[in-house]
Nanobody, 119 residues
Framework: QLQASGGGLVQAGGSLRLSCAAS????????MVWYRQAPGKQRELVAG???????NYADSVKGRFTISRDVAKNTVYLQMNSLKPEDTAVYYC???????????????WGQGTLVTVSS
């Protein structure tokens, strides 16, 4: 399962760091991804990172957000700088192509963490 943390209330221009840790009988996780969903909007991809370190970002966060991961700890981070009110959303982490110790594969969603950016 995934446990996300780090959300909160911040003023525009501020920073937050989200963390998401996977636990369980995990051998490896191919990709870890952050999504977000603002009120009344569809869930959208924010940033993703592969086991090899390749990253991709939504255009709206490029240059402001940085995704990183600790492969050994099965943890992904999202450093969010220069936050804007439009970044307000529930942020979800997603683990894709999780290889378990029993050699089965799975995918997991975290429970979400709320980020609120005030103007």
């Amino acid at each position: 399962q995934l446990q996300a943390s780090g959300g909160g209330l911040v003023q525009a221009g501020g920073s937050l760091r989200l963390s998401c840790a996977a636990s369980g009988s995990i051998l490896s996780i191919y990709a870890m991804v952050w999504y977000r969903q603002a009120p009344g909007k569809q869930r959208e991809l924010v940033a993703g990172i592969s086991i090899g370190g390749n990253t991709n970002y939504a255009d709206s966060v490029k240059g402001r957000f940085t995704i990183s991961r600790d492969v050994a700890k099965n943890t992904v981070y999202l450093q969010m700088n220069s936050l804007k009110p439009e970044d307000t959303a529930v942020y979800y982490c997603y683990a894709d192509r999780v290889l378990l110790k029993d050699m089965t594969a799975a995918a997991y969603w975290g429970q979400g963490t709320l980020v609120t950016v005030s103007s």
